[in-house]
């Protein structure tokens, strides 16, 4: 397999949510792959050449997104972080993602979760601006002001604003604790692991990568250490660790 992605500085070099959730996928069902590495601004012109297609965006734009993943097994090629979950699933079933055919149900959650802090996501994309490649950066902060409509500056600034983006944050976690505290077990399907945890994996190992090093910890040490366990616990079951 060839995935896809875009870099950070240092030796951090996997940060963003949307790659994650393949490479959990490919770790858990076994799947050897490689990375490239793609600079924001070269997106669009290396999506061209392979001849990968545009995303529909949320707000019904269409763009070249990253994750995109190349099959040399089958010559597929495709887009979108979910829609290479389905493939992977397809193609490769064994040790499934989607159990007990829960995949309606999974995606139901996604949208859920992607809703969930929604309102401070501000404060993750100032994260983000500062460990990026210089040009990655400039390209990341130029289309995010854009959308935000407001400069990085006032992104999430320190003080009130900051301290309601934490209480957002805080109050997501607790609902998605309420989620998980429904069934027995570790999973949020209790014994079974399915692409539901990987989702919340995916946006942990976000956090841990872009957050500063004491602000992790404190999202990892809510609810009695239980997202700081629970990415570990999906990194072992993906082969990650």
């Known amino acids: 397999m060839h995935m896809i992605t875009t870099p950070v500085r240092g030796a951090r070099?996997?940060?963003?949510?949307?790659?994650?959730?393949?490479?959990?996928?490919?770790?858990?069902?076994?799947?050897?792959?490689?990375?490239?590495?793609?600079?924001?601004?070269?997106?669009?012109?290396?999506?061209?050449?392979?001849?990968?297609?545009?995303?529909?965006?949320?707000?019904?734009?269409?763009?070249?997104?990253?994750?995109?993943?190349?099959?040399?097994?089958?010559?597929?090629?495709?887009?979108?972080?979910?829609?290479?979950?389905?493939?992977?699933?397809?193609?490769?079933?064994?040790?499934?993602?989607?159990?007990?055919?829960?995949?309606?149900?999974?995606?139901?959650?996604?949208?859920?979760?992607?809703?969930?802090?929604?309102?401070?996501?501000?404060?993750?994309?100032?994260?983000?601006?500062?460990?990026?490649?210089?040009?990655?950066?400039?390209?990341?902060?130029?289309?995010?002001?854009a959308s935000l409509r407001r400069k990085i500056s006032e992104f999430s600034p320190e003080g009130p604003e900051r301290d309601e983006h934490w209480a957002i944050i805080k109050d997501a976690m607790s609902t998605l604790k309420q989620w998980y505290d429904k069934e027995e077990g570790k999973w949020l399907m209790g014994d079974v692991f399915s692409y539901a945890d990987i989702i919340i994996a995916s946006r942990l190992f976000w956090f841990k990568r872009i957050l500063h090093d004491d602000e992790w910890e404190k999202v990892a040490s809510w609810h009695d250490g239980r997202w700081g366990k629970l990415l570990a616990d999906v990194e072992k079951e993906c082969n990650e660790v």
């Open 13 to 145: 070099n996997f940060w963003s949510p949307n790659t994650a959730k393949p490479r959990f996928v490919l770790g858990y069902k076994g799947l050897p792959f490689r990375f490239e590495w793609v600079e924001y601004p070269d997106i669009a012109p290396r999506m061209k050449e392979i001849g990968a297609r545009k995303n529909k965006l949320a707000d019904g734009r269409e763009m070249y997104t990253l994750p995109v993943l190349s099959d040399p097994n089958t010559n597929a090629l495709i887009t979108d972080s979910w829609e290479i979950a389905e493939y992977l699933e397809m193609t490769y079933p064994e040790e499934p993602i989607f159990p007990n055919k829960s995949k309606g149900l999974v995606l139901a959650f996604d949208t859920a979760v992607s809703n969930l802090g929604r309102a401070a996501v501000a404060f993750p994309f100032l994260r983000v601006s500062r460990i990026l490649h210089e040009r990655s950066a400039e390209y990341f902060i130029t289309t995010r002001e």
